[in-house]
């Protein structure tokens, strides 16, 4: 048993997402009890696509479930990923990869960012997910990064 958790551990360390930093929130409907529903806005890099950076929006619930931790936030976010600086795509970038999660609730729901990448096109193709455990959710947002020469790069 103590393996198996330990196992779990470390393939939980492994994992190559980005880590997320908050630009602000906007509160959206003041509680008189608790914290306010808001919209809270997260930066990020790819982490294996220099160049790129995602922004990710997304509700908050409030009040006293919110306040402790234990709500679960609404399906409802947006995505916008740009070339912020040159970008490099490896040689041996897989078709589809997870770059973001993020709970959005005690134990059963993520937002989910994939990236794609369509050869044929040359572009980078970043799409935000709700993941639920038990019933999924098609909710989703999309935006795409076309590779393009940078300043003199």
């Known amino acids: 048993m103590k393996s198996s958790l ?18 602000g929130c906007v509160t959206t409907s003041w509680k008189l ?9 997260e930066a990020f890099a790819d982490p294996k696509i220099p160049g790129v950076t995602c922004h990710v929006s997304q509700a908050k619930t409030g009040g006293v479930s919110g306040s402790l931790g234990i709500a679960q936030d609404p399906s409802q976010f947006s995505l916008a990923c740009r070339q912020t ?3 490099s795509v490896p ?3 897989p078709n589809d990869e997870e770059v973001f999660s993020e709970g959005t609730s005690l134990l059963f729901k ?8 369509d050869s044929g096109h040359n572009t980078l193709i970043y799409l935000a997910i709700s993941r639920k455990l038990i019933d999924g959710a098609p909710v989703n947002s999309l935006s795409t990064v076309p590779v393009m020469p940078w300043g003199n790069k």
């Open 85 to 87: 600086g040159p970008i």
């Open 110 to 117: 993520e937002t989910r960012v994939m990236r794609l990448w």
């Open 91 to 93: 040689k041996d970038l």
């Open 33 to 41: 009890i608790g914290a306010n529903h808001k919209v809270c806005v």
């Open 6 to 23: 330990r196992s779990v551990l470390l393939l939980l360390a492994a994992t190559s997402t980005a880590q997320a930093d908050t630009v």
